[in-house]
């Protein structure tokens, strides 16, 4: 029974020893940790991790972009839930600490302030040999609104334009329109004058090849837009289209702008139309 009890000690003496080597290392102080504020697109995180002289950043958004810095910035170019992992380092240790990024997109309000655009990546852009008023969209989706930005020459003017949009992500449903043969289906036509102030949203009924539309909302009831200015040497314009306006909506919607002068004649196109390649520019919701 002596020597039972004599083991018994001794393996108590083995455990309380492991225990305290293990807390003497995890005693160096490293812990990673971190917060975030975002911004639209844009994420500041604070860092405050302790004991550590390395620092490694893994954005998780799939870019591949990532940092060494102790309190970095970062850019996503989409929304959505992004986890993101600091790896604090001390010589041989380590500490990981991750957290669920969660982008929402930036705060775009339609008043000529085109600073809320900044970090939205561009949708389309026209090639440089394609002749067109109209250069470059950036086109951004809330909850209650879809958000579109033209860039484009001294020939943009935003007299008359229309807007075939497919609405329900089935091109198999709407007008097959000849300017985008590849992929259109467009549940909506919204055509009328930014600078004018007039214009309608129409729906789409009968056969695909039926230019058949019914009015469902004016411009000024369906959307809202900024005054055309110039930035940058581009003639630039923003606007909103309110979602309610357009039925159910499905993941994206994909739509195609062509612009007229005053007098009804062509003078751009995005995405570049009349090809047999032709398409919609694809908007993710």
């Known amino acids: 029974m002596k020597r039972n009890t004599i083991y018994l000690f001794a393996a108590l003496l083995i455990m309380l020893s492991a225990s305290s ?43 591949g972009v990532g940092s060494t810095s102790k309190t970095p910035q970062h850019i996503f170019t989409k929304k959505g839930d992004f986890l993101v992992s600091l ?22 309000k339609i008043d000529g302030d085109y600073s809320d655009w900044q970090y939205v990546p561009y949708t389309y852009q026209n090639d440089a040999a394609y002749v067109s008023s109209v250069r470059s969209v950036k086109a951004f989706a809330s909850a209650d609104a879809i958000y579109i930005n033209l860039e484009g020459d001294a020939n943009m003017k935003m007299e008359i ?42 729906v789409h009924s009968g056969p695909q090849t039926a230019f058949s539309w019914t009015p469902v909302a004016a411009f000024a009831d369906a959307m809202k837009f900024s005054a055309l200015s110039t930035v940058g040497g581009k003639n630039v314009i923003e606007f909103s289209i309110k979602r309610s306006v357009l039925g159910t909506t499905r993941n994206f919607i ?12 062509e003078v751009g196109q995005i995405s570049e139309a009349k090809t047999a390649t032709s398409k919609f520019i694809v908007v993710p919701l």
């Open 21 to 63: 080597c293990k807390k003497d290392n995890a005693g160096s102080g490293l812990k990673a940790v971190f917060s975030y504020v975002a911004d639209g697109y844009k994420v500041n995180f604070t860092n405050f991790s302790t004991g550590a002289t390395e620092y490694s950043w893994d954005f998780g958004d799939g870019t």
């Open 87 to 108: 790896t604090a380092k001390n010589g041989a240790e380590t500490s990981v600490f991750k957290d669920t990024v969660s982008i929402i997109g930036p705060n775009i």
């Open 161 to 202: 334009i229309d807007i075939y949009m497919d609405a329900d992500n089935n091109p198999a449903t709407g007008f097959n329109t000849w300017y985008y043969p590849l992929h259109s289906g467009a549940d909506f036509l919204l055509e009328g004058s930014p600078v004018g102030g007039w214009g309608d949203v129409f």
């Open 254 to 265: 994909h739509f195609g702008l062509v612009e007229s002068n005053s007098g009804w004649a």
